[in-house]
């Protein structure tokens, strides 16, 4: 295996392990008999157990950023109004969670974790710097863009999160019931 296909394979180990076990119970044999590679591929490649976390949080964000790039003409449709263009929005980041388990339990996991740092959430402020230019347009001046969209991703992952455990039921009532608590917070902040 080359470098590049071992370090993809490490990345999405890291992703199943953690999602599955946790970060505390993720050890660098684990990862590395996942991934079906030499533990000492993650010293070469990443420098160590903790970096590899973090590419694999970035790598995570840098798939979710896309996504929402990909899709936000759509959801935004400006002929909309302000409350139909969320909520297609919020569709769109409600799916991308519910439709991977992994990832969305990987990221959930690592957020609230002690590996989440300040230097990380800077890092992710560069990749979403594009989305947040959109949000920015939309929201009234003066408000903390990135402050709010880690609002609403926060509580669109952690209720995801329960749907995928099944605490709560998968449905189009749930994403509504997550939707009609959002929204009101989130309007405060719109453009007039």
């Given at each position: 295996m080359e470098q590049t296909a071992i370090k993809q394979a490490l990345i999405e180990s890291t992703i199943h392990?953690?999602?599955?076990?946790?970060?505390?119970?993720?050890?660098?044999?684990?990862?590395?008999?996942?991934?079906?590679?030499?533990?000492?591929?993650?010293?070469?490649?990443?420098?160590?157990?903790?970096?590899?976390?973090?590419?694999?949080?970035?790598?995570?964000?840098?798939?979710?950023?896309?996504?929402?790039?990909?899709?936000?003409?759509?959801?935004?449709?400006?002929?909309?109004?302000?409350?139909?263009?969320?909520?297609?929005?919020?569709?769109?980041?409600?799916?991308?969670?519910?439709?991977?388990?992994?990832?969305?339990?990987?990221?959930?996991?690592?957020?609230?974790?002690?590996?989440?740092?300040?230097?990380i959430s800077d890092e992710r402020k560069i990749i979403y710097t594009d989305v947040i230019k959109i949000f920015d347009t939309i929201f009234a001046r003066g408000t903390d863009t990135w402050w709010l969209f880690n609002h609403i991703l926060d509580v669109v992952f952690s209720s995801a999160i329960k749907v995928l455990r099944g605490e709560i039921i998968d449905s189009e009532e749930t994403a509504d019931a997550i939707f009609n608590l959002l929204f009101p917070a989130i309007k405060l902040y719109f453009k007039q």
């Amino acid at each position: 295996m080359e470098q590049t296909a071992i370090k993809q394979a490490l990345i999405e180990s890291t992703i199943h392990t953690i999602s599955e076990f946790g970060i505390d119970n993720a050890t660098t044999k684990q990862l590395a008999a996942c991934a079906g590679v030499n533990e000492v591929y993650i010293y070469r490649i990443f420098g160590g157990k903790e970096q590899l976390f973090r590419e694999t949080f970035n790598f995570v964000d840098k798939d979710f950023s896309s996504n929402l790039l990909n899709y936000l003409s759509v959801a935004y449709n400006r002929g909309n109004n302000i409350e139909t263009r969320f909520r297609n929005l919020f569709k769109l980041i409600w799916q991308y969670a519910i439709d991977d388990k992994e990832k969305c339990s990987f990221f959930i996991r690592y957020y609230y974790s002690r590996c989440y740092t300040k230097q990380i959430s800077d890092e992710r402020k560069i990749i979403y710097t594009d989305v947040i230019k959109i949000f920015d347009t939309i929201f009234a001046r003066g408000t903390d863009t990135w402050w709010l969209f880690n609002h609403i991703l926060d509580v669109v992952f952690s209720s995801a999160i329960k749907v995928l455990r099944g605490e709560i039921i998968d449905s189009e009532e749930t994403a509504d019931a997550i939707f009609n608590l959002l929204f009101p917070a989130i309007k405060l902040y719109f453009k007039q």
